[in-house]
């Protein structure tokens, strides 16, 4: 079977490619580079790196390279080591290739554009940064802030909170301590979300039945039923607690409602778990 590089004019000069061929995983592995006809422009001839096998024969073009010399001397440039490898597992058969084949994800990734010197103060005015905005000090503070994100943002909150405690140091503190202080920030939210989610559903077993019958009353005195808040008022229950109490009453089925305003009305087919 012929190959697109078997139709390629002479051969030029050969380096091991280091990488295993992603046909037969043979380390005979070279970079070679090739002239062939440029189909972009009439009449054109381009030179292009290929990563040969010298075991089975597969072959794969890489990126397109100059057309400046490939001394034999000479170790090949960092430009054609990165094109073979990256042409190997884009070619035909790139579904064998492993992980350790494929270009980092983070070589193609593009750099973080650096805050604006407004983006700056801005962060400095909310950490309660009280001396002089220098073009000294918005330099310092130009990374720190870059790695701060958009305002209002739990990583930008993270960043006011870490810089505000630092305040007074001489030195500006680290990126990473943003990143370790969001990660605090959001699993302590998850660890308060989880206790919230489970003293809810122990007050929704505790008043299961007490909702069901003073929604039954309100809805017969009134023909509508209590809004959440008033519900969970008569139920004795506050704060964060109370709206999830009876989300969790909806689901065990004791309650239901719908979009409209007062339609909170009990399931006449729900039992209390002690008589199921």
Same mark, same amino acid.
């Given at each position: 079977?012929?190959?697109r590089a078997?139709?390629t004019?002479a051969?030029?000069t050969?380096?091991?490619?280091?990488t295993?061929?992603?046909?037969?995983?043979?380390t005979?592995?070279?970079?070679?580079?090739?002239?062939?006809?440029?189909?972009?422009?009439?009449?054109?001839?381009?030179?292009w790196?290929?990563?040969?096998?010298?075991?089975?024969?597969?072959?794969?073009?890489?990126?397109?390279?100059?057309a400046?010399?490939?001394?034999?001397?000479?170790?090949?440039?960092?430009?054609?080591?990165d +094109?073979?490898?990256?042409?190997?597992s884009?070619?035909?058969?790139?579904?064998? *290739?492993t @992980? &350790?084949?494929?270009?980092? !994800? #983070?070589r193609?990734?593009?750099?973080r554009p650096?805050a604006?010197?407004?983006?700056?103060e801005?962060?400095?005015?909310?950490?309660?940064?009280?001396?002089?905005?220098?073009?000294?000090?918005?330099?310092?503070?130009r990374?720190?802030?870059?790695?701060?994100?958009?305002?209002?943002l739990?990583?930008?909150?993270?960043?006011?909170?870490?810089?505000?405690?630092?305040m007074?140091?001489?030195?500006v503190?680290?990126?990473?301590?943003?990143?370790?202080?969001?990660?605090?920030?959001r699993?302590a939210?998850?660890?308060?979300? +989880?206790?919230?989610?489970?003293?809810?559903?122990?007050?929704?077993?505790?008043? *299961?039945? @007490? &909702?069901?019958?003073?929604? !039954? #009353?309100?809805?017969a005195?009134?023909?509508?039923?209590?809004?959440?808040?008033?519900?969970?008022?008569?139920?004795?229950?506050?704060?964060?607690?109370?709206s999830?109490?009876?989300?969790?009453?909806?689901r065990?089925?004791?309650?239901?409602s719908t979009?409209?305003?007062?339609?909170l009305?009990?399931t006449?087919?729900?039992?209390?778990?002690s008589?199921?």
């Amino acid at each position: 079977m012929r190959t697109r590089a078997d139709e390629t004019r002479a051969s030029r000069t050969r380096r091991p490619l280091g990488t295993p061929c992603i046909a037969c995983r043979s380390t005979n592995t070279w970079v070679e580079m090739q002239r062939e006809a440029d189909r972009t422009r009439p009449g054109g001839v381009g030179e292009w790196p290929y990563a040969l096998c010298r075991s089975c024969g597969h072959a794969v073009r890489g990126r397109l390279t100059s057309a400046a010399q490939f001394p034999p001397d000479a170790a090949p440039s960092r430009a054609e080591s990165d +094109a073979a490898p990256s042409a190997e597992s884009s070619g035909g058969g790139g579904g064998d *290739a492993t @992980a &350790a084949d494929r270009p980092s !994800a #983070r070589r193609d990734k593009r750099p973080r554009p650096k805050a604006s010197d407004e983006r700056v103060e801005e962060l400095l005015q909310a950490a309660g940064y009280n001396r002089a905005v220098t073009p000294e000090v918005l330099q310092e503070h130009r990374r720190f802030a870059t790695h701060a994100g958009k305002p209002g943002l739990p990583r930008w909150k993270a960043a006011v909170a870490i810089l505000n405690g630092a305040m007074g140091a001489p030195e500006v503190p680290h990126v990473r301590e943003i990143y370790a202080e969001e990660k605090r920030r959001r699993e302590a939210q998850q660890a308060r979300a +989880a206790r919230i989610r489970k003293q809810a559903a122990e007050l929704a077993d505790e008043h *299961a039945v @007490a &909702a069901r019958e003073q929604v !039954a #009353r309100v809805r017969a005195a009134t023909g509508e039923g209590p809004t959440w808040r008033e519900l969970a008022a008569a139920l004795g229950v506050k704060g964060p607690l109370a709206s999830a109490m009876i989300d969790a009453l909806h689901r065990r089925g004791a309650l239901t409602s719908t979009k409209e305003p007062r339609s909170l009305s009990v399931t006449p087919e729900w039992m209390p778990p002690s008589d199921r």
